[in-house]
C-alpha cells in the first residue's frame, strides 16, 4: 500500500515537473508555431542565473524571478534580432532556434565554466502522507506547476489579451484587419514562452546538478510533451503529455532499469505520435 | 560530353590533396585527418538525406554509433572485423529502414522526423550509458586497429589510405545517386512531396530507402571509426554529436556533397586547431557561424563559393 503511494506521489511530482518544463515550450509552439529548439538552453540559463543569484545573497523566490527576466529579456533580444522575420517558416525556426541553443550553450560555458554546480535546496525537510513522503520544495514545485497552468489557461481564455492571440493564431489577417497588433503579440508570446522556461529552469535547480547540457533531454521530452499532447492545447495538451511521458516513465521503472524505461516510453510516444499526428487532444493538423 | 562541372572540377584537387598529405607530413596529422575523413563520410550521409531528400535527421551519431558498437563488440568477442563491418551494415540500415517506413508510411516528416531522429540519438546515447557490460558504458570501450584479410590497420599510413579509399567511394556513389533516376525523384520529394506522389511515386518507400542507405554508410564510418581512435564512447550516439553532423553540413554546404565533406573535415581540423588556443570562443564562433549561414547563406559557405563557380561555368 505504501509503495503504491510512494509510486503515486512520484508520478504526480514527476507529471507537474516535466509539465512545468514544458509550458514553455508549449506556449512558443503551440502560439505562435515556433519551434523553438532554444528551450533547452533557456532552461539552463535559468538554471544558471538562480544559481549566480542564489550565491549572491539573493533569496530563492526572488532569484527565481530573476532568472525569468533574464531569460525572458535574451528571449526578447532573440525575438527581435532573428525569429521574427521568419513566422509561418516552421522549419527554419527549428534550425536557427538549434543555432540559439548552440550560442547560449557556449555562452553558459564561457560565463559560468563546464563544471557540475548545484543550489541549495530552499526547503530541506519533507512532509509524510500516509507512510510515504514528499519533499517540501518538491511539493512547492508541483503548486507552482499547478498555479501556473492554471494561470496560462485563464489569461488565454479568460482575458482580453488571450482573446487577441487567440484571433491572431485563428486568422492572422482578419485579426490584424480588426486592430490586433500581431507583431507585438508575436514578440509577446515568444517572450513569456522564455521566461516561463527560465522560470522552470530556475526552479528545476535545485533539484538536478547543473551542467551546460542539461537541457538537452528536457528539450527531447518536452518536446514529445507538445506533440504527443496536442499543438495548440496548451494547459490540456502540456498536462495528459507530461502525465504520459513522465507517468509512463515512472510506471516502467516500477519493473525495470530507469533507462530502459525512458527508451520505452520514447518509443510509446514515437507510435502514438505516428497514429495520431495531431496529438492526443489536438484538433487541428499541423503541417510542419 | 558533358564539360565537368565546378564540383568536379573542385573535387579533384581536394582528393589529390588528400591524397599526398602523408606525403608531405606525418605523425599526428595524418592519425587525425584519417577521423576527420570519416566524420567527412558522415557527413555525406546526412547530406544525401537533407541536401537531396529535404529530410533534416539530427540522429546521424546514432548510426555512427551503432557501427562503432557493433564493431567494437563483434572483435571483442568473436575476433571477426568482416562479421564486425557485415552487423554495422545490417544494424544501420535495419535500424534506419524500420524507423524510415515506420514514420514516412503514416506521412509523419519535417519536424515530426526530426524530433523522431533526435529521440533516436539520445536513445542509443542511453542504452550506450546503461549497457555497460556491452559497451563499457560512460568510461566506453576500446577497440584494436583490426586487419581486414591481408589488410592490417595496424600502422595509420594503411588506416589514413582505408579511410581515404571509403571517402572518395561514398563521394562518388553519393555523386553517383544524385545524377541517378532515384536521385531525381529525391528532389522531386524535396520539392513537393505531394505533386510527386500524385505522379505515381511512392515517396515513403522512396524516402525509406534513402534513410536506410544513408544509416548503413553512416554505420560502415563509425565501425571504420572505432578502430582507427581505438576507443568508442556513447557520446558519439549524443544529441551533442549528432547535431555536430548538421552544423558541418550547413556551414559546410547542404546542396552539394563537396561542400558538406569539406565542411566535415575543415570544422573538425579548425575545431582541433583553436581548441588548444580558445576552446570556448572557438565553440561560440561556430554556433554564430550555424546561425548566421542559416539566416543569410543558405547554401554554406563552401556552398555559396561554388554557386559563384556555376554562375561563371553557366555563363560560358
Known amino acids: 500500500m505504501d509503495r503504491l503511494l510512494a509510486t503515486g506521489i512520484d508520478l504526480t511530482t514527476s507529471t507537474l515537473v516535466l509539465a512545468l518544463v514544458s509550458l514553455g515550450l508549449a506556449v512558443v ?260 | 560530353m558533358r564539360r565537368p562541372g565546378p564540383e568536379t572540377l573542385l573535387a579533384v584537387p581536394v582528393f589529390v590533396a588528400l591524397f599526398y598529405v602523408p606525403y608531405l607530413i606525418s605523425g599526428y596529422t595524418v592519425f587525425i585527418l584519417a577521423q576527420y575523413m570519416l566524420y567527412g563520410v558522415l557527413a555525406l550521409t546526412l547530406c544525401l538525406l537533407w541536401g537531396l531528400g529535404g529530410m533534416v535527421s539530427f540522429g546521424q551519431g546514432a548510426f555512427f554509433a551503432l557501427g562503432a558498437y557493433a564493431l567494437g563488440i563483434t572483435v571483442r568477442e568473436l575476433d571477426s572485423p568482416w562479421l564486425g563491418l557485415l552487423l554495422a551494415v545490417v544494424l544501420g540500415a535495419g535500424v534506419a529502414g524500420a524507423v524510415g517506413w515506420f514514420l514516412f508510411s503514416a506521412n509523419v516528416r519535417d519536424s515530426y522526423f526530426v524530433l523522431v531522429t533526435l529521440a533516436l540519438s539520445t536513445i542509443v546515447y542511453v542504452v550506450a550509458n546503461a549497457q555497460s557490460g556491452l559497451t563499457g558504458g560512460f568510461n566506453g570501450m576500446f577497440v584494436p586497429r583490426v586487419s581486414f584479410g591481408p589488410l592490417s590497420l595496424s600502422g595509420d599510413l594503411s588506416m589514413y589510405y582505408l579511410a581515404f579509399a571509403v571517402t572518395l567511394a561514398s563521394y562518388v556513389g553519393a555523386r553517383l545517386v544524385q545524377a541517378s533516376a532515384f536521385g531525381r525523384v529525391l528532389v522531386s520529394i524535396r520539392e513537393n512531396e505531394d505533386r510527386t506522389q500524385a505522379l505515381g511515386y511512392p515517396t515513403a518507400l522512396y524516402k525509406t530507402a534513402a534513410f536506410a542507405l544513408s544509416g548503413a554508410v553512416a554505420a560502415v564510418a563509425g565501425a571504420l571509426y572505432a578502430t582507427d581512435a581505438g576507443f568508442v564512447s556513447p557520446s558519439l550516439g549524443g544529441v551533442l554529436f549528432s547535431t555536430t553532423v548538421v552544423v558541418w553540413v550547413a556551414v559546410g554546404g547542404r546542396n552539394s556533397f563537396l561542400a558538406a565533406l569539406v565542411g566535415a573535415i575543415g570544422i573538425s581540423a579548425l575545431s582541433n586547431a583553436l581548441n588548444s588556443v580558445v576552446p570556448e570562443y572557438w565553440q561560440l564562433l561556430l554556433g554564430v557561424l550555424f546561425v548566421l549561414v542559416i539566416v543569410f547563406f543558405r547554401r554554406g559557405v563552401v556552398g555559396s563559393l561554388l554557386m559563384v563557380g556555376e554562375r561563371r561555368h553557366a555563363r560560358r
Open chain 1, 29 to 288: 509552439f503551440g502560439l505562435v508555431r515556433v519551434i523553438n529548439m532554444g528551450h533547452g538552453a533557456m532552461l539552463a540559463l535559468g538554471a544558471y542565473l538562480a544559481w549566480s543569484l542564489t550565491g549572491a545573497g539573493w533569496p530563492f523566490p526572488l532569484a527565481v524571478a530573476g532568472a525569468a527576466v533574464g531569460v525572458a529579456a535574451v528571449g526578447f533580444v532573440f525575438e527581435y534580432l532573428v525569429i521574427r522575420h521568419f513566422y509561418g517558416r516552421l522549419f527554419d525556426t527549428l534550425l536557427i532556434s538549434w543555432g540559439f541553443y548552440l550560442v547560449v550553450t557556449e555562452l553558459i560555458k564561457v560565463v559560468w565554466g563546464s563544471t557540475l554546480k548545484s543550489v541549495p535546496n530552499p526547503l530541506p525537510g519533507s512532509i509524510a502522507i500516509g507512510g510515504a513522503g514528499i519533499g517540501r520544495y518538491e511539493a512547492v514545485v508541483c503548486v507552482i506547476s499547478v498555479l501556473l497552468l492554471t494561470a496560462a489557461g485563464a489569461v488565454l481564455y479568460r482575458t482580453d489579451v488571450g482573446l487577441r492571440v487567440r484571433a491572431m493564431i485563428g486568422n492572422r489577417e482578419m485579426a490584424q484587419m480588426l486592430g490586433v497588433d500581431a507583431p507585438r503579440l508575436y514578440r509577446g508570446v515568444f517572450v513569456a514562452g522564455s521566461a516561463l522556461a527560465g522560470l522552470a529552469g530556475a526552479l528545476i535547480a535545485p533539484l538536478f546538478s547543473i551542467e551546460p547540457d542539461l537541457g538537452t533531454l528536457w528539450l527531447v521530452r518536452a518536446f514529445f510533451v507538445v506533440t504527443v499532447g496536442g499543438l495548440g492545447a496548451i494547459v490540456g495538451g502540456t498536462v495528459v503529455g507530461s502525465a504520459l511521458i513522465a507517468g509512463g516513465t515512472v510506471v516502467f521503472s516500477v519493473f525495470s532499469p530507469q533507462v530502459f524505461a525512458q527508451t520505452v516510453v520514447f518509443a510509446l510516444a514515437v507510435i502514438a505520435l505516428r497514429a495520431r499526428p495531431t496529438g492526443l487532444i489536438g484538433r487541428t493538423a499541423v503541417r510542419a
